[in-house]
């Protein structure tokens, strides 16, 4: 049986997205989010922990990152844990763990620069253009809708 691979995160960037533009034509874009927890301890203090992701997007989600995401902004995240093992310039062994963004939201109020454009995009590897804007969407009311008129006799 195969395993799952999946991560989902809701934070705010630490910083803005670190971009490069790759010789092969790809685009990687490189950033922390924080995410947050608060709980009562057995004093009954109210603790809050934060826990930092490094996380890796590419193409065309980088190159959504690279215009629109700054640092505080809070992002949905999708994606899976990739580790790499490397060795250090005093022959240390370290480990890297980053999240690798297949899909990323742009939660909270949009600022001045931002588009409707860039408000959900999943990652396609094939696409260079950013997604079209999403269908706009008719406002919720309250108000029931009329009564629909039943003088034809038809049984549906």
Not at 62 to 88: C, F, R, S
Request: hydrophobic fraction near 35%; proline fraction near 4%; charged fraction near 20%.
């Amino acid at each position: 049986m195969n395993g799952v691979n999946k991560v989902i995160l809701i934070g705010n960037l630490g910083s803005d997205p670190e971009v490069r533009h790759l010789s092969t034509g790809s685009v990687v874009a490189n950033f922390n989010i924080a995410t947050s927890e608060s709980y009562n301890n057995k004093n009954g203090e109210r603790v809050t922990h934060t826990e930092w992701h490094r996380i890796e997007l590419w193409d065309g989600l980088a190159k959504v990152a690279e215009q629109y995401l700054k640092k505080g902004q809070t992002v949905y995240i999708e994606g899976k844990i990739k580790t790499e093992n490397w060795q250090d310039s005093d022959g240390n062994n370290r480990t890297t763990t980053r999240i690798r963004g297949l899909n990323m939201t742009m939660l909270g109020g949009r600022s001045a620069d931002q588009s409707v454009a860039s408000e959900s995009v999943q990652n396609q590897q094939t696409t260079s253009a950013p997604a079209a804007a999403p269908a706009a969407v008719a406002p919720v009311t309250d108000t029931p809708a009329p009564a629909e008129d039943d003088s034809d006799d038809l049984p549906f």
